[in-house]
Nanobody, 123 residues
Framework: QVQLVESGGRLVQAGDSLRLSCAAS????????MGWFRQAPGKEREFVGA????????AYADSVRGRFTISRDNAKNTVYLQMNSLKPEDTAVYYC????????????????WGQGTQVTVSS
């Protein structure tokens, strides 16, 4: 069982950077593949990126590749999403999620979810 709590979301301007954190509880955190998703108003939840349990492997959606970076600190039970060169279209609620399925990119493949944190990018 893993409980996830996101933080760090706020209002920023286009071109700014922002780092989101996802704090996890549970002794088995380090065994999970961790993903970030986002959901804008009126849109479906979409995959942003994910990271393997060791942190050695990452995957990103085309829309964020080169701008966003995922990392994790298993000693702190925390996953991070560093977002650079933010655009208004990045505005959404951002969620972290955990799964035992490496390579998972669909929301239905993830078992545990945080409550989300709002990121708003003004133009």
């Amino acid at each position: 069982q893993v409980q996830l709590v996101e933080s760090g979301g706020r209002l920023v301007q286009a071109g700014d950077s922002l780092r989101l954190s996802c704090a996890a509880s549970g002794r088995t955190f380090r065994s999970y593949y961790m993903g970030w998703f986002r959901q804008a108003p009126g849109k479906e939840r979409e995959f942003v990126g994910a990271i393997t349990w060791s942190g050695s492997g990452t995957a990103y959606a085309d829309s964020v590749r080169g701008r966003f970076t995922i990392s994790r600190d298993n000693a702190k039970n925390t996953v991070y999403l560093q977002m650079n060169s933010l655009k208004p279209e990045d505005t959404a609620v951002y969620y972290c999620a955990a799964t035992g399925n490496r390579g998972a990119f669909r929301p239905s493949q993830y078992n545990y979810w945080g409550q989300g944190t709002q990121v708003t990018v003004s133009s």
